[in-house]
């Protein structure tokens, strides 16, 4: 609105006449809008969702041949509870929990209740996908949410009389427009405190909830792309990933994960909540502008609970002096926080990753690519990190980054020649290692390869030196847990899987990893909600292969066959040739292989 004021409101209008009618075809009644939200109710909870999903439909086909930054993007809610009629309005918790379920939707997406995914799941042929149990505002208990995937074609409902005839409250809310903010320069305190010689850092101790708890905690928004050109995201988001990246190698600094601070992009959700969300003290926000070979970058230290600002900067540079704003906006903002520093980890911060700043762009534009876990993208991402080696044959991120692509393609089952393929890994890693000892990426990638080789002192040696490197790290502390959930070690790996979503609530590698732990020490809920939780966001196929047959296995320890059974056939579809005895064979005790193989067995698997 902001941006084009009449443009978006006729933008509204074309979607709303696109899916007004929508409702009516469906047996809904629009029961009243407000603003670019409304609310309607249905008879039927199998029309209601019927007609989110062409809801959605229709919005994608107006908006898919627009620009990005110009989609007016559904978010829809549904639910199915009592309500109070009054005149032509409903109240109630039935609305209530709708409205909620349209705030935890994701833009383009529909989400709806337990209530509702028990209707409807044998009636409509859709993708559901849980998004766990979520507390929201004026509603007493939990909400538990799933996912609706939205296909191309129309929903097949399958055979059978539908007679439920229940009042549903469907909310749906469009988000649009572009978020900005400017921050101003200001004057910033060093509060360094050096040291002598470093002294060996206390890997064990780290995951400890008293040591977690005593450290400041800080999140890194994405720092807005002001550069009038949305091709360079990658950049902006580059640069935040390193940002954290270098506050995580202060040892006395709690820095959230990108994965767990990213959603935030473009939010303007208030400092105070977006601090309770991600429960950190301070918040770090930026923007980049970037013109030919000159960069603008700003920064602010935001007190999350009160949103003071503690300190800001300005930063006018040459597009090759990045690294050194990095560096400087690392160290203002430990500085405004008080953080202790010894002299070991002030210069460790000032290494610089290349001289090319064109490799560095590769790498950024790989990262991306690898982030999205398909086959086409990690082999575009290999190609990327190559061409940064090319330019730059010393750049040891874009070793590490090659080599976690080659590992990658052989845990997902996209290589023919898997040993070679490791062997790769394993000396790209070894490369990136004698370039730059502090690269905690080839520590994590030769750890994956002696965790897939079951050796597993190997693994943990290798991690534990990511982790004196970047004791803040939640990919260091969710590859410890899972190294030791899959040596048979799982209370010893609990807490640092626990200690990995404290940094990372949305990592749903740890969360997967802890619904192994959970279930091999019988506590059966957690269980479940940890692969609730690492379902909820997107998962790669790897967390799948974890999450699903744990759930069934888990299921059917609790007496609940019926879910079991749904487990299990998720299971069938994806991985037809998985049995019960391979899946168990991968721990590293026969206490535990027993354990696995006695669940999943009960679970129905052969």
């Given at each position: ?27 809904g009644r629009i029961v009243g809008t407000a603003g670019d939200s409304l609310l309607a109710d249905f008879s039927s909870v199998v029309d209601a969702l019927n007609c989110a999903i062409e809801m959605q439909r229709a919005a994608r086909e107006i908006n898919d041949p627009l620009p990005p930054e110009r989609r007016l993007e559904l978010r829809i809610g549904v639910n199915l509870g009592d309500v109070i ?522």
């Amino acid at each position: 609105m902001g941006e084009d004021e009449g443009g978006t409101h006729r933008a509204l209008g074309e979607l709303r006449r696109a899916v007004d009618p929508l409702i009516a075809a469906h047996g809904g009644r629009i029961v009243g809008t407000a603003g670019d939200s409304l609310l309607a109710d249905f008879s039927s909870v199998v029309d209601a969702l019927n007609c989110a999903i062409e809801m959605q439909r229709a919005a994608r086909e107006i908006n898919d041949p627009l620009p990005p930054e110009r989609r007016l993007e559904l978010r829809i809610g549904v639910n199915l509870g009592d309500v109070i009629i009054d005149g032509d309005d409903i109240f109630g918790d039935g609305v209530n929990i709708a409205a909620r379920l349209e705030a935890l939707a994701q833009p383009g997406t529909v989400c709806i209740s337990h209530t509702v995914y028990e209707h409807v799941r044998n009636k409509l042929d859709l993708h559901y996908r849980p998004l766990g149990s979520h507390r929201v505002k004026n509603i007493a208990g939990p909400v538990r949410a799933y996912a609706v995937g939205v296909a191309a074609a129309a929903p097949r409902a399958k055979r059978g009389r539908e007679s439920l005839v229940a009042a549903l409250a469907a909310a749906a809310i469009v988000v649009a427009g572009l978020v900005g903010w400017v921050l101003h320069a200001g004057a910033g305190r060093q509060l360094f405190e050096f040291g002598a010689a470093p002294k060996p850092l206390e890997v064990a101790s780290l995951a400890a909830p008293a040591r977690l708890a005593g450290r400041p905690s800080v999140a890194v928004l994405p720092f807005k792309n002001l550069s009038g050109d949305a091709g360079q995201d990658f950049f902006s988001d580059g640069v935040t990933e390193d940002v954290i990246t270098a506050l995580g190698r202060f040892s006395n600094l709690l820095v959230i994960a990108k994965s767990a601070s990213f959603p935030f992009k473009n939010s303007n959700i208030s400092p105070a909540e977006i601090g309770r969300l991600l429960d950190a003290r301070y918040l770090v926000e930026g923007s980049i502008r970037r013109a030919g070979n000159r960069v603008r970058v700003t920064a602010a230290l935001i007190e999350a609970q009160t949103g003071t600002q503690v300190w800001s900067e300005a930063y006018d540079a040459e597009v090759d002096d990045i690294f050194a704003v990095q560096d400087n906006i690392a160290k203002r903002v430990v500085g405004a926080a008080a953080v202790k520093l010894t002299r070991f980890e002030q210069e460790r911060a000032l290494a610089k990753p290349t001289s090319s700043l064109a490799a560095y762009e590769y790498v950024l534009r790989g990262r991306d690519y690898f982030s999205h876990a398909t086959r086409d993208a990690n082999d575009e991402a290999g190609e990327l990190f190559q061409r940064a080696i090319d330019l730059d044959p010393n750049y040891a991120d874009a070793y590490a980054a090659l080599g976690g692509s080659h590992y990658e393609a052989v845990i997902s089952g996209w290589s023919q020649f898997r040993e070679e393929e490791l062997e790769q890994a394993e000396t790209l890693a070894q490369k990136a290692l004698a370039l730059d000892p502090t690269a905690t990426r080839a520590y994590r990638v030769l750890a994956d390869i002696d965790l897939f080789r079951k050796r597993y002192e190997r693994a943990l040696g290798q991690v534990d030196r990511a982790l004196e490197i970047n004791p803040s790290d939640a990919d260091n502390y969710a590859h410890r847990g899972s190294i030791l959930v899959w040596a048979g070690r799982a209370e010893d790996g609990l807490p640092w899987l626990e200690g990995a979503l404290r940094f990372d609530r949305a990592n749903d590698f740890a969360a997967a990893r802890l619904c192994m732990a959970n279930y091999f020490l019988r506590r059966y809920s957690e269980a479940v909600d940890a692969c609730d939780r690492a379902l909820a966001r997107n998962p790669g196929l790897n967390t799948q292969m974890i999450s699903h047959p744990m759930l069934a296995a888990t299921y059917a320890e609790m007496g609940r066959q019926q879910d079991a059974d749904g487990e299990r056939a998720i299971v069938a579809h994806l991985w037809p040739f998985l049995d019960a005895r391979t899946f168990a064979a991968q721990f590293g005790t026969q206490a535990a292989r027993d354990r696995m193989l006695e669940g999943l067995k009960r679970a129905g698997f052969r």
